[in-house]
């Protein structure tokens, strides 16, 4: 049976869908309003061996998993590679279907993952929520104290978000009007704390379907949200090796080279999900706190003694932390201190 390869351009109003054969030659092309029943209908017309390209968007992770029981391989593309489609002088959602079954069908684009679990996908958003929850409060902890030294009103510590400093501070103010927007951004804060508490519940209540969650938090400086974060993020441990992990949290070396002579110093790669670095550097401070001495701490002072370098050994310890969490999950393995500093070279 010949394979079908069906680019699309899904859209929340209108999906447009284009059908290529083997030979390149264009099988068919429709257009119709976005829906389930519609998404899996314009899949299946073609039989068992159909391939599905579309490009990473807010509707991705529903039309993957949508299609995933009716295609023999569905795949999501990176839009920042697929320059012939971003930046083509006839731009169109039939247009951009053309040139996606095309690209699929000489296999010529960057894939991004997606989970085909549902109860993942939806640990992500809820871990997502949290982390936005989280950033929303402290912007209006810092949007409060700026209110408060635009009249000259200057703040020193959390006092000024308690019971007693904020009648203190309000009561400094000479303008009842600044008084009054005050005691509102003060009920914007309680509003936005209360979110983040009720969005982090969520969280740690769905993290009793994922166990290893339990596991990573025998890790020195990883805490329950850390460990929801590395799952909701990583999604699969078998989607990385080492160094594809690395880039993924934005830890990643770019060096660059031709003909074996460098063009430049190395760097860190910022592609990549800052919040998997972000978390990295979290445990890393967790671990470095910890009273008791454990094997990340052993650990960054071995690679302080090899490179001389404290920026240099910390990386190379957050780089360790991730690949440990990883394949503590692939492997189904506890953490212990040996296993983390291994054999010794």
């Not at 684009?109 to 936005?132: C, D, G, L, N, W």
């Not at 050994?313 to 201190?337: P, V």
């Amino acid at each position: 049976m010949e394979t079908v390869y069906v680019g699309m351009d899904v859209g929340s109003k209108v999906t447009a869908v284009a059908a290529r054969g083997e030979n390149g030659e264009v099988v068919e092309r429709l257009t119709f309003r976005t829906s389930r029943e519609s998404l899996v209908e314009s899949v299946t017309r073609y039989g068992e061996d159909v391939r599905v390209l579309f490009e990473e968007g807010e509707l991705a992770g529903w039309a993957y998993r949508t299609l995933l029981p009716h295609a023999r391989e569905v795949i999501v593309c990176d839009p920042k590679r697929n320059a012939w489609v971003a930046k083509g002088k006839s731009k169109s959602d039939k247009v951009d279907a053309d040139k996606l079954s095309e690209l699929l069908r000489i296999n010529s684009f960057a894939t991004i993952y997606h989970t085909p679990r549902e109860e993942m996908a939806a640990f992500k958003i809820s871990v997502q929520r949290y982390e936005e929850a989280t950033k929303r409060a402290a912007r209006q902890m810092v949007q409060v104290k700026a209110l408060f030294r635009a009249q000259g009103v200057f703040t020193e510590g959390k006092r000024v978000y308690g019971a007693e400093g904020r009648i203190e501070h309000v009561g400094r103010l000479k303008d009842p009007f600044m008084q009054e927007i005050l005691v509102q951004e003060y009920d914007l804060l309680d509003y936005l704390s209360r979110k983040k508490v009720q969005a982090g519940s969520q969280v740690m209540r769905m993290s009793l379907n994922f166990p290893v969650i339990e596991h990573f938090k025998r890790i020195p400086g990883v805490g329950p949200v850390l460990a929801a974060r590395f799952v909701a993020y990583v999604l699969d441990p078998n989607r990385f090796n080492k160094r594809g992990l690395w880039k993924f949290s934005c830890l990643g070396i770019v060096n660059r080279s031709s003909d074996g002579v460098s063009l430049g110093r190395q760097y860190l790669d910022k592609a990549g999900v800052s919040a998997m670095k972000d978390l990295s550097r979290k445990a890393f401070d967790g671990a470095m706190r910890t009273k008791k001495t454990n094997g990340i701490q052993i650990f960054l002072k071995r690679s302080y003694r090899n490179c001389g370098d404290y920026d240099h050994a910390r990386l190379s310890t957050q780089r360790k932390i991730l690949s440990m969490m990883n394949a503590m999950w692939r492997d189904g393995t506890d953490y212990s201190d040996e296993m983390f500093l291994g054999p010794r070279a």
